[in-house]
C-alpha cells in the first residue's frame, strides 16, 4: 500500500509549538517510529505552510496513491480551495487532527475537509495519524 501524510501550517514546529496541546515529539521522530511499526505500508509525508503547495500536492499524489492522511491544521477552518481539491481527486482522504477541535475554540469546528472526507480521527495525539494508517 502506497500512503502519504500531508501536514498544513505550523506542523512543521511540531515538538515545539504549544506542547501542552501538540505533545513535545517532533513529527519526524513520530514519522521514523510509525515506519518501523508498518514496515509494509510506504508512507511518504509532505509538510508545507502554504495553501497552493497542499493543492497541489493532493493533486500530485491523488490519482496513484492508495490514500491521504491530511492534517490540513488550520486551513481545515477556511480553505474552500482544500476542499475542492479532495472533491477533485479519486484516493480518498482521512481528515486528522491532534486536538479534539471539537473541544476548543468555535472556529476550529467548522471543517472544509470533513464533508469530503472518507472518515476523521482527531483528539488521539500523534495516535490519530496512526489510527489513520490503520484505516487503509
Ligand atoms: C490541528 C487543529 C487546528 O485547529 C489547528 O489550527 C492546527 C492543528 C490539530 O492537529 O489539532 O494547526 O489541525
Not at 501524510?5 to 513529527?27: A, D, H, M, Q, V
Not at 490519482?63 to 491530511?70: E, K, Q
Not at 482522504?93 to 467548522?110: L, Y
Amino acid at each position: 500500500k502506497k500512503l502519504i501524510i500531508i501536514n498544513g501550517p505550523n506542523l512543521n514546529l511540531l515538538g515545539k509549538r504549544e506542547p501542552n496541546i501538540y505533545g513535545s515529539l517532533t513529527f519526524t521522530e513520530f514519522l521514523e517510529e510509525v515506519k518501523s511499526k508498518y514496515p509494509d505500508i510506504h508512507i511518504d509525508y509532505f509538510q508545507s505552510n502554504i495553501e497552493g503547495e497542499l493543492i497541489d500536492k493532493l493533486h500530485e499524489v491523488g490519482f496513484s496513491y492508495d490514500g491521504i492522511i491530511l492534517n490540513a491544521a488550520a486551513y481545515t477552518h477556511t480553505s474552500v480551495g482544500i476542499g475542492d481539491a479532495i472533491k477533485g481527486i479519486e484516493t480518498p482522504v482521512v481528515e486528522v487532527h491532534i486536538s479534539n477541535t471539537f473541544g476548543r475554540e468555535e472556529f476550529r469546528h467548522q471543517s472544509y475537509i470533513s464533508p469530503n472526507a472518507k472518515g476523521v480521527i482527531l483528539g488521539f495525539g500523534l495516535q490519530s495519524y496512526e489510527l489513520a494508517i490503520q484505516s487503509f
